[in-house]
């Protein structure tokens, strides 16, 4: 296999991640609906795409990170599409957050013309693409998982193999319940040490080492605190990565209060304005 990469989306973590790629050696072209996005990534070495259907025909591994389920659709499925232009033997690997039904559909219409796919969702954020220390939780065939390791081994350290084709996604939706809830939490403590008059620096160092520890509490609080809200991972993103977990746990009769609480306080920031804010900023709302 050459060591020729076509990647689709330079985002906040996106960009981090094709620069570890380039980093490592491989030879980059990206594709981003506004290119000016892709400005770092391709002063760091990688060339420019005109379209998704460019990256597909001059890549035999092409890898996404874009918005939302229907962005991955069009750029899998579209008249332009990847799918519709890549060589038979292409692997592609979608890192998006979307729905496992597209990711199962994206499989079954990789399949039938010889491509391979996997999705294969990142929890991290920025730090975590930055420094090449994402979780990477991968469905598809597994056979195509073992040949895309080494790549995968570029952008994270937590790679997991978790099953058939959807499988990553409906892992990334236990990773998203579980971080709705702990970020209320988060936010509320350091609330409530705001508002209390303790040192909120202090009581952080405290309690971030004991049985209240976690990645939100150590990475997060310490931004809220600061009053730094500039986005690691965009609220409007959580936001509909939320409700595709509702979505999914109601086909399944699964009560989730705890993620269905976390975003209504969500979209109430949303509504102030603030869907373009870090996640850390749901630490705004208990002081409006």
Known sequence: MNNRIGFIGTGVMGRSMAINLIKAGYEVSVYTRTPEKAK?????????????????????????IVGY??????????????????????????????????????????????????????????????????SIMVGGDEGAFEAMKPIFEVLGQNIVYQGPAGSGQHTKMCNQIAIASTMLGVSEAMSYATKSGLDPEKVLQTISQGAAGSWSLSNLAPRMIQSDFEPGFFIKHFIKDMTIALEEAEKMSLQTPGLKLSKELYDILASRGEENSGTQALYKYYFK
Request: net charge negative; aromatic share 6%.
């Open 69 to 134: 389920p229907n962005d991955v659709e069009e750029v899998y499925l579209g008249e332009q599409g990847i799918l519709h232009h890549a060589l038979s033997g292409t692997y592609v690997i979608d890192m998006t957050t979307s729905t496992p039904s597209l990711a199962q559909e994206i499989f079954e219409e990789a399949d039938k013309r010889g491509i391979y796919s996997l999705d294969a969702p990142v929890s991290g954020g920025d730090i975590g693409a930055r420094d090449a220390r994402l």
């Open 40 to 64: 770092v990534v391709i002063e760091a070495g990688a060339t420019w795409a005109q379209s998704p259907a460019e990256i597909a025909k001059n890549n035999n591994v092409v890898i996404t």
